[in-house]
């Protein structure tokens, strides 16, 4: 009781916070929906390639990954709600455009704004949770703007796909997008419910990345965060439901019902360890461990049930651990803060969030890359990858995974104190 208290003690953070934080949701929603979602619908509807397609992928995840850096910088200098203000411009051009053209460079480009004005929401809402509700109470503030992010996701997964079954996909991302529009005139209206900071008057430099990148406590926080998130993304958007179908005997809407429970999952994984932070007076190192530990435990979990061909069940439940592993690495955003500067809070988290982005690009490509190289049979009209392929992609995902597990011990606890103050 006295924690939410101490939460509500200035209820006017809350006309900011809440537009923000939804504003942000509806960025999950676009970079959920587009184009996993309704592949088959736009491949059919527009004659788009396999290769355009995951182009069109590609064209928001790397903008997006890429402009971290950016938007890092712009947040600590102007502060997260001046930078939303901009971004989300360029993110509602991205999303009302999508749905109102065909042709491919038109598509892209609506895909690289949403891309760009996305990857300024994530980080204002890490800088301004920060400010608005300090750093004692971040870890559960923080935690429950994961989850109403992660909650637009989920509207972009199942919900998303069955609403196309009934109306129109254009109709449907044009009501999107009007919903981002209503959260954003919302955010203006309420922009100065609480006073604003000043701009901050030093130059722009590359200093601050620098000293992230000289860091080697960075590299740590990178390889034992981003490895799960890494791992359960993939498994998410690119080949989970894929390996359900063709090895472990799911049906497609079974299938898609799975990996539609691994993001609720992830959702209150997310909220469930963040409350435990909090109460366990701001600690991170046990949380940071035990995600890279179910983590690993998962990879070699899923090794025995492939290689003993266990029943689908089982695979469910391990695809629930992913999620969970996937659940705490918000935790890893707040150490990688933390084990930086109160300077540049915005900084730290963008270099986290590229890393992971771009991981998450490089490694699909290469896991394509690595089934392609097995045999694979035509059924049904689709195409069925070998048992033996699957169990060569989760034993090299194995080894990954426990050598962030090792780097994980090496991580020091912050129990929300930064490292440094400053920079100079």
């Keep these: 009781m006295a924690l939410w208290q101490e939460i509500f003690k200035n209820k006017r953070s809350f006309g900011i916070f ?31 390639s396999a290769v355009q397609m995951a182009n069109l992928g590609a064209s928001f995840i790397y903008t997006y990954a890429i402009c971290q850096l950016i938007s890092g910088v712009m947040v600590d200098h102007f502060c997260g ?18 749905p109102l053209c065909s042709s491919l460079p038109m598509l892209y480009l609506s895909r690289m704004l949403t891309g760009i004005g996305a990857s300024t929401m994530f980080l204002s809402v890490v800088r301004e949770t920060d400010r ?69 008057k030093t130059p722009f430099s590359l200093k601050p990345f620098i000293f992230v990148l000289k860091n080697p406590l960075t590299w740590m926080t990178i390889i034992a965060g981003n490895v799960n998130f890494c791992i359960y993304f993939v498994v998410q958007t690119f080949f989970g439901k894929k390996f359900l ?9 079974a299938a898609s019902g799975v990996i539609f429970a691994l993001t609720l999952i992830c959702m209150f994984t997310m909220l469930t360890s963040s409350f435990l932070t909090r109460m366990t007076g701001n600690r991170r190192r046990p949380l940071v461990i035990t995600a890279c530990g ?39 955003s707040m150490v990688m803060q933390e084990l930086n500067s109160k300077d540049i809070v915005g ?27 097995f045999d694979k049979v035509e059924l049904n009209g ?29 991580i020091p606890e912050t129990r929300g104190h930064y490292l440094h103050l400053h920079i100079n």
């Design 81 to 98: 709600v001046r930078v939303t203000l901009t971004g989300g411009l360029v993110f509602l051009a991205g999303s009302f455009l999508f």
């Design 245 to 253: 179908q063709d090895f472990a005997g799911f049906s497609s809407a």
């Design 132 to 200: 608005l509700f300090g750093r004692k109470n971040y870890a559960v503030m923080f935690g429950i703007a994961y989850f109403c992010g992660y909650g637009g996701g989920l509207m972009g997964s199942l919900p998303f796909e069955r609403l196309c079954t009934i109306f129109p996909w254009r109709h449907i991302l044009l009501g999107a997008a009007v919903v981002s529009l209503v959260l954003y005139l919302i955010l203006l209206l309420c922009r100065n419910r609480v006073p604003l900071p000043p701009v901050s």
């Design 382 to 410: 689709n195409t069925v990858y070998s048992a033996d392929a699957y169990l060569t992609l989760f034993i090299i995902l194995a080894a990954v995974s426990a050598f962030s597990f090792l780097m994980s011990f090496r």
């Design 294 to 332: 179910i983590g690993a435990a998962s990879t070699i979990f899923m090794i025995l049930a492939i290689a003993c061909h266990l029943p689908g069940w089982v695979f469910a439940v391990i695809y629930c651990l992913f999620a969970m592993s996937a659940g705490i690495p918000p935790i890893f």
């Design 347 to 373: 900084q730290a988290a963008a270099t986290s969030n590229m890393f992971g982005y771009l991981g998450v690009a490089v490694s699909s490509q290469l896991i394509g890359l690595l089934l392609d190289c």
């Design 18 to 48: 809440i537009p923000l934080v939804l504003l942000y949701a509806t960025s999950y929603f676009q970079r959920t929906a587009l184009p996993g979602t309704i592949y088959n619908t736009l491949v059919n509807e527009l004659g788009l």
